[in-house]
C-alpha cells in the first residue's frame, strides 16, 4: 500500500521512513543471462502481437478530414476531429492526443480504429521501458531499492502480457472469443494499470541513479494505459463505471440452459468460471485426489520443497497440475508462482497443518509487494487447506502473508495469518471462499476484482496507538473494474482483541486511492466496529470519489445511525444495486469460460 506507511496513529494520518541513496555496480554473469532472456522474451512477444495484428491495421485504418479548429496548447500538431472525440474521453487528453499523433496511421484513421493504435502504442511504450529497464547497469546496494526494481521488472513483463492479450482481442473480432472477451480486456488493463502503479510506488522511498533511471522509463506509462482503458470502456455498450452489468439475453439464455431462475440463484460455492473437474477437485477429500507433485518434508513425496514442485511444474499449461503440500511447516525464500505457471492447484492437509510461513517484512528493508510468504500470478491458480502466514509481527509493519495477482483464482478453506497487510489482492479477477483471515492494519487491500464469500475476518491487537482498518482498496482510475466485496462473512475480534477491543478502534475500511471501492453485503459485524464503520485516510481525500457500501448487514456493529456521511458512502438499498457486487455479476461475466455444472452462489442468497 502506501510503501512508506506505518498504519493510522492518527485519524486520516500515515507516516513514512526516508532510505539512504546508497548504489552500487551489480555485473555478474547472471544478471546478463537475467537481461539476456527478458530482452528475448520481449522481442519474441512484440514480433508476435506486432505478426497478428498487422494486417488487421492496414484493413481497418480508413481516410478522415482534419480538424478545423485550432490546436490547444503543448499539442504536437492538428488532432484529427476523431483523435478529438476519442481523447475527449480520457483523463489525460493532452497527452492522449500527443500520443497518438506520434504514432503512424492515426492521422487517417477513425475512433473504431484508435483503440488498436492506442493499445498497440501502450504497447510499445511498456515494452520500450522494460528493455531500457533491463539495460541498467547500476542497481542498489540498497535492499529496498534492489527490491524495487526486481518488483519492476516483473510488473512490467505481467503488463506487457495483459496489453498484448488485450490488443489481440480488440484487433482480431473473429478471433475475440478465444483471445478474451471485453470482460477480460477491461480486467487486463485495470491490472496494467495497477502494475504500473504498485511499481511505481516502490520507487518512492529510494534514492540514487537506478530510481532516476526507472523513474524516467516509467514517465507517463501509468497516464497512456489509463487512456487506453478509457477509450476502450468508451467503445463499449455495458457500463464501464467500474461496475459491469451483465447482458440480460445473455444471462437469461444461460439461466435456461441451466435450470437456473432469473433471480441469478446457483446453489453450490464457487463461480460458473471453474469448470466441473475444477469443483469437482475443490470438493473431493484429499484420500481422493490423483496429485502431479507431492511435496513432503520427510522425504516420502516427489519432492522435499514448494518451490521445488513449482519449478518441475510445466509453463503455460492448459490441463489442471495439482500439487499436493504434506502436513509441515514450510518457510522457503520467495516462494512464487508466476505468471507463467498456468492452472497450477496448491492442496494441504488443512488449516494450520499445511503451513506456509515466512517474515519478510518493510521494517527490514523491502517493498510490500516483495514482502509476500507466498505469491501467485500465473493464471488459474487455486489454493486449497493451506495456512499462509507472515509472522513478522506488528512492530515489523507491512508484512504480507498471501499476495495473488493471478486472473481467475480461488482461494478456499485456507488461512491468511499476519498484522499489518496481511492479505494482498493485488489484481485480476479473485475468489475467497470459506477462509478465515486475520490481520491490523489494511489486512485486505489491493486492487483486484475479489469477492469474499462466507469469510472469517478476524482483526487482531494492533500496536499501541495505532487503529484497525480491516480494507484498504487502491481503485486509481474511475474505469477500472476493481473493487472488494465481502458477501455473506463474520466480521470479528481476534481472541487477542477480544480482551481490549472497548479501548481500540476498528473500522471497516479505509481509502487507499482516489476511487476506492469496498461494499459490506449480508454479513455478520461484532461490536468491535466504530459505530462511524469508515475512517480516513487523510483529511478528505477521495471521500467524494470513493465508493463504500452496506447492505443489509446484522449485528451489534452494522448499525448505520452513526456512520460516516462522506459523498461517496451510501446504505444500498436496492437489490438491483448490490447484486452488482455479487460473484455473477462483480467477478463471473458471462463471457468468461463457459458455464458447466452447478457449483456456485450467484445471487444475494445466502
Known amino acids: 500500500m502506501d510503501f512508506g506507511r506505518v498504519g493510522p496513529s492518527e485519524p486520516g494520518g500515515s507516516s513514512r521512513r526516508s532510505t539512504a541513496p546508497l548504489t552500487g555496480p551489480i555485473s555478474s554473469s547472471s544478471s546478463k543471462s537475467k537481461k539476456k532472456l527478458i530482452m528475448l522474451s520481449i522481442l519474441a512477444a512484440v514480433l508476435i502481437v506486432a505478426s497478428a495484428i498487422s494486417a488487421a491495421l492496414v484493413t481497418v485504418i480508413r481516410s478522415r478530414a482534419s480538424a478545423k479548429n485550432q490546436n490547444p496548447p503543448n499539442l504536437i500538431g492538428k488532432p484529427t476531429q476523431a483523435i478529438s472525440r476519442t481523447c475527449s474521453k480520457t483523463l489525460f487528453p493532452t497527452l492522449c492526443i500527443n500520443s497518438l499523433l506520434d504514432f503512424p496511421g492515426s492521422t487517417t484513421a ?54 498484448s492479450r488485450s490488443l489481440t482481442s480488440v484487433v482480431q473480432p473473429s478471433a475475440a472469443a478465444a483471445a478474451g472477451s471485453n470482460d477480460d480486456v477491461l480486467t487486463w488493463l485495470s491490472t496494467a494499470l495497477t502494475n504500473q502503479d504498485t511499481c511505481a510506488e516502490g520507487l518512492e522511498d529510494s534514492s540514487g ?26 467503445s463499449d455498450n455495458g457500463d464501464f463505471s467500474g461496475v459491469p452489468i451483465q447482458n440480460r439475453r445473455r444471462l437469461m439464455r444461460m439461466e435456461e440452459d441451466e435450470g437456473e431462475n432469473f433471480n441469478g440463484y446457483i446453489s453450490g460455492k464457487f463461480p460458473r468460471w471453474l469448470n466441473k473437474r475444477d469443483r469437482r477437485l475443490l470438493s473431493l477429500p484429499i484420500s481422493a485426489l490423483q496429485a502431479d507433485i507431492i511435496v513432503s518434508k520427510n522425504g516420502n513425496g516427489t519432492v522435499k520443497t514448494i518451490s521445488e514442485a513449482i519449478k518441475k511444474a510445466p509453463e503455460h499449461s492448459n490441463r489442471r497440475l495439482i500439487i499436493y503440500v ?82 481467475h483464482a480461488v482461494v478456499y478453506r485456507c488461512d491468511v495469518v499476519g498484522y499489518q497487510d496481511s492479505c494482498y489482492v493485488h489484481s485480476n479477477r479473485q475468489f475467497f471462499r470459506e477462509c478465515d483471515i486475520y490481520g491490523t492494519v489494511d489486512f485486505i487491500f489491493g486492487n483486484a476484482a475479489v469477492v469474499f464469500q462466507k469469510c472469517n475476518l478476524y482483526s487482531r491487537k494492533p500496536m499501541a496507538q495505532q487503529k484497525n482498518t480491516i480494507t484498504a482498496q487502491n481503485r486509481k482510475d474511475p474505469n477500472q473494474n476493481t473493487g472488494i466485496s465481502i458477501h455473506n462473512c463474520r466480521i470479528l475480534p481476534a481472541p487477542d482483541l477480544t480482551a481490549v477491543k472497548d479501548g481500540i478502534s476498528t473500522y471497516l475500511g479505509r481509502p487507499w486511492k482516489q476511487y476506492s471501492r469496498t461494499v459490506y453485503m449480508l454479513s455478520y459485524m461484532s461490536d468491535h466496529i466504530d459505530p462511524s464503520g469508515w475512517l ?13 457500501g452496506e447492505y443489509m448487514n446484522y449485528g451489534p456493529g452494522a448499525a448505520i445511525g452513526q456512520r460516516v456521511k462522506w459523498p461517496g458512502y451510501r446504505v444500498i438499498t436496492s437489490t438491483v444495486e448490490a447484486n452488482r457486487f455479487t460473484v455473477a455479476q462483480f467477478i463471473s461475466g458471462s463471457a468468461w469460460i463457459p458455464s458447466t455444472g452447478v457449483a456456485f452462489l450467484a445471487g444475494l442468497s445466502t
Open 326 to 407: 504434506r502436513a509441515g511447516r514450510y518457510e522457503e525464500n520467495n516462494l512464487k508462482v508466476g505468471r507463467k505457471k498456468t492452472n497450477l492447484m496448491f492442496i494441504g492437509d488443512g488449516k494450520g497443518k499445511t503451513v506456509i510461513t515466512g517474515r519478510k517484512n518493510v521494517k527490514d528493508g523491502m517493498t510490500t509487494f516483495h514482502t509476500a510468504s507466498f505469491a501467485a500470478s500465473g493464471a488459474g491458480f487455486i489454493a486449497r487447506d493451506i495456512t499462509f502466514e507472515n509472522y513478522a509481527g506488528p512492530e515489523k509493519h507491512q508484512a504480507v502473508a498471501l499476495r495473488v495477482g493471478a486472473d
Open 209 to 234: 541513479s537506478v530510481k532516476d533511471q526507472m523513474v524516467n522509463n516509467l514517465k507517463d506509462l501509468s497516464e497512456l494505459v489509463s487512456n487506453s482503458l478509457a477509450i476502450f470502456s468508451a
Open 536 to 548: 480516513e485516510w487523510n483529511g478528505d481525500f477521495a471521500l467524494d470519489t470513493l465508493y463504500y
Open 110 to 163: 477513425s475512433e473504431q480504429d484508435l483503440i488498436h493504435i492506442s493499445f498497440n502504442m501502450t504497447l510499445s511504450h511498456v515494452s520500450t521501458a522494460l528493455y531500457d529497464s533491463t539495460g541498467i547497469s547500476y542497481a542498489a546496494t540498497d535492499p529496498l531499492l534492489r527490491t524495487a526494481y526486481d518488483d519492476c521488472l516483473e510488473l512490467l513483463e505481467e503488463s506487457m502480457d495483459a496489453l
